[in-house]
């Protein structure tokens, strides 16, 4: 019941300390391409509207995707640090320090966050950026193994043809025995993201629409789906029929075809059904 | 303090094990300095009186309140008169005050579900039309239904006017939501909203004293068709469901449709796009009718608008990087209100003006309402950051809800304290 007094002297540090952080942020910054974004500041000119956020997802799409673990999956929780480059000839380089947490968060355990760094690379208002990203363990790789494992023999057991209407629901819920489902949507999705994301726009799983195929005779799991993207800042929904094929521990195979342009008929949410390469995966 | 011992013993048998609270009081001590502290900490150490402290000071001249069993009272009361500790009892009787409150929030919870309507659930735009009849029916002296103006499909538009002022025009706040079909989580908040003022009217100060200077104004669904197409054909629908001439797109983006920088940057000409600002300012009827009702009302101090998802708390501009000239004040307000929000469970949202924040947006409604002498403009992205989106699961309309009222009464109480 002692009055709490805040450790003087450690208040006093803080408070001298950061006006002069901030200054030599700003000092460090020279007149041309480069520029110190320190998030919550406005950028400076030329330099996209929320790039550290948008570098970060990208990174973490691209992550989840080469981890290729459903179990897996993380997002973003905050960016920490970030600079970005614009040179108006190459593109835009993205360095960052980020935390994330698991995405899968009716999991159990695993509460902290990790936290990676990454170098993004957008070639001039081109897709697919280059992407370098190391991050912390967050999951323990046996238990994800487990997990993983369990999840795949979770879908072996689904029934055939599946009756699919929409995962999540309209009022967002998903019933827990095709949650398996949606997490390797997710992580089929991740890679299409990953490709379609520029310094301009970026993407939001909003739902798994449809399940075409999915076929568990052979050892891996063969799945055929639709997802549907939310773009920023266009805010289009994008249908996006994807075909994976998936094995735990083994890479995943991703093949994938995005409604690019707007149907006459009706503004978003047709789902046409377009034509995909067969047998052929786009990151191969 | 043998005494103290002595009654210790009597007593310790006879607590142990109490789980009601029958004849216990809350104790207001007053702490004037050090020494204060010291004998209250003596007192509460002592095991055998099994005291309770509720609030513990953090400066000097903050009191404390004390919880202290029924059998404690005397002992209690007599060392603080020998200690000289100044002390009120706030609280007579714990267990009736807990009574009363279970009572009413049985009554609250009938009042809750107000026949069908469950607030933790979404519902039908006929379902919320009901609802808010029933808030005006249930208290008349408070709120009223208005119909401003149809839909494109002939739906009815209605606010819920929350007024004090006894048909005098008061200075006034816009609570607009639902303006994007989709944006589920938007309707859901401001039909609770509506319940919650009229529940803590009276009984929250905040509330009681916004309403006695400013009347409210809801609308918890500025895009009925829009909803209904949400509810039977496509979840993901964005925009009105008005006939483009000329197009086989239907639908224009109701907030690029507003008269700020109509068709600037930000917006889309394409009847197709998500964006389309529609081929003029106010082209699209659910928004001409507020823009009149706002205009012929003429004493509009506030415009908030809800949307989701990002968790992001905006203020103009939408459609030019310029600052505006109120930037100030509002990012002021804004992150005040932020900090309410985060206050209930922790929910991070971030501040700053549109066009920097999330993208460059023109014709939309706060820029609207700013240029129009509407100072205190502010768009609310709710939850969340883009796991569910859109598709927000229904257990988390009443906590998005009640951490939203607070930010909301953040605003509200500047206003109240600002009026111009």
């Known amino acids: 019941m002692q009055p709490r007094r805040p450790p003087l002297p450690a208040l006093l540090l803080s408070l001298w300390l950061l006006p002069r952080l901030a200054l030599a942020a700003a000092a460090a910054a020279p007149a041309d391409p480069e520029y110190n974004d320190v998030p919550g500041q406005p950028p400076a000119v030329g330099l996209p509207r929320g790039i550290l956020q948008l570098a970060a997802r990208a990174a973490l799409h691209f992550f989840n995707y080469r981890a290729g673990s459903p179990s897996a999956l993380r997002v973003l929780a905050a960016v920490q640090e970030g600079r970005a480059w614009v040179d108006p000839q190459k593109g835009c380089k993205v360095d960052l320090v980020f935390s994330t947490e698991q995405y899968n968060l009716e999991q159990e355990g695993e509460e902290h966050l990790g936290k990676c760094s990454a170098r993004v690379f957008f070639k001039n208002e081109k897709p697919r950026p280059a992407i370098n990203v190391t991050c912390t363990q967050l999951f323990d790789k046996v238990t994800r193994q487990e997990k993983d494992y369990l999840l795949y023999k979770q879908m072996k057991q689904l029934k055939t043809p599946l009756d699919i209407v929409s995962i999540p629901d309209s009022h967002g819920h998903i019933d827990p025995s095709l949650r398996p489902l949606w997490d390797l949507a997710f992580l089929g999705s991740s890679y299409v993201m990953w490709e379609k994301t520029t310094q301009f726009l970026h993407y939001y799983l909003v739902q798994l629409s449809s399940v075409k195929q999915l076929k568990t005779d052979d050892d891996s799991i063969d799945f055929d789906f639709t997802v549907l993207l939310h773009e920023f800042s266009t805010q289009e929904i994008i249908p996006c029929r994807i075909h994976l094929v998936w094995y735990p521990g083994k890479p995943l195979k991703v093949n994938y075809h995005c409604q690019e342009l707007q149907s006459p008929e009706e503004g978003s949410g047709i789902v046409e059904g377009s034509a995909m390469a067969p047998n052929e995966f786009s990151n191969f | ?420």
């Open chain 2, 1 to 420: 303090m043998k005494w103290l011992l002595f009654f210790g013993a009597l007593i310790g048998a006879g607590i142990c094990g109490q789980d009601k609270f029958f004849g216990d009081q809350v104790f207001r001590i007053n702490v004037r300095n050090g020494d204060d502290i010291r004998k209250l900490t003596e007192l509460v150490n002592l095991d055998h009186f099994k005291l309770n402290v509720w609030k513990s000071p953090s400066t000097f001249d903050r009191p404390v309140d004390i919880l202290v069993p029924s059998v404690s009272l005397l002992p209690v009361k007599s060392f603080l008169k020998s200690q000289g500790l100044d002390y009120s009892v706030t609280i007579e009787d714990l267990q009736a005050l807990l009574d009363s409150e279970d009572e009413e929030m049985l009554h609250n919870e009938g009042r809750e579900r107000s026949g069908d309507f469950n607030y933790g659930s979404y519902h039908s735009l006929e379902a919320i039309y009901h609802e808010m009849d029933s808030i005006a029916t249930d208290f008349p002296d408070l709120a009223s239904r208005v119909k401003i103006g149809e839909t494109f499909e002939k739906r009815p538009m209605y606010v819920l006017k929350f007024s004090t002022g006894g048909g005098k025009k008061r200075p006034a706040i816009w609570l607009n939501a639902g303006i994007h079909a989709r944006e589920w989580i938007s309707h859901a908040t401001a039909i609770w909203t509506a319940r919650k003022i009229v529940t803590d009217y009276q009984k929250d100060p905040a509330v009681t004293s916004i309403l006695e200077k400013v009347d409210i104004f809801l609308l918890p669904v500025a895009n009925p068709d829009g909803y209904v197409y949400t509810q039977s054909k496509n979840r993901l629908w964005r925009k009105t469901r008005s006939r483009i001439p000329g197009s086989r797109c239907i639908g224009a983006d109701p907030n690029r449709n507003w008269n700020a920088s109509f068709a600037g940057e930000g917006a889309s000409d394409n009847p197709c796009s998500e964006v389309y600002h529609g081929p003029h300012p106010n082209s699209e009827v659910e928004v001409k009718s507020v823009v009149d009702f706002i205009q012929k009302h003429g004493n509009f101090k506030c415009f908030i608008d809800l949307h989701s998802y990002s968790q992001l708390l905006m203020y103009p501009y939408g459609y030019t990087v310029k600052k505006a000239p109120d930037a100030e004040e509002l990012d002021d307000v804004a992150r005040s209100a932020a900090e309410a929000l985060a206050s209930l469970s922790g929910t991070k949202y971030r501040v700053g003006p549109t066009c920097t924040t999330v993208y460059p947006a023109s014709g939309s409604s706060v820029d609207w309402a700013y240029n129009n002498g509407i100072k205190y403009a502010f768009t609310f992205e709710l939850r969340d950051t883009g796991h569910y989106g859109f598709l927000l699961p229904a257990n988390q309309i009443i906590p998005t809800a009640e951490e939203t009222w607070l930010g909301l009464k953040a605003i509200m109480e500047h206003v109240r304290d600002n009026l111009y």
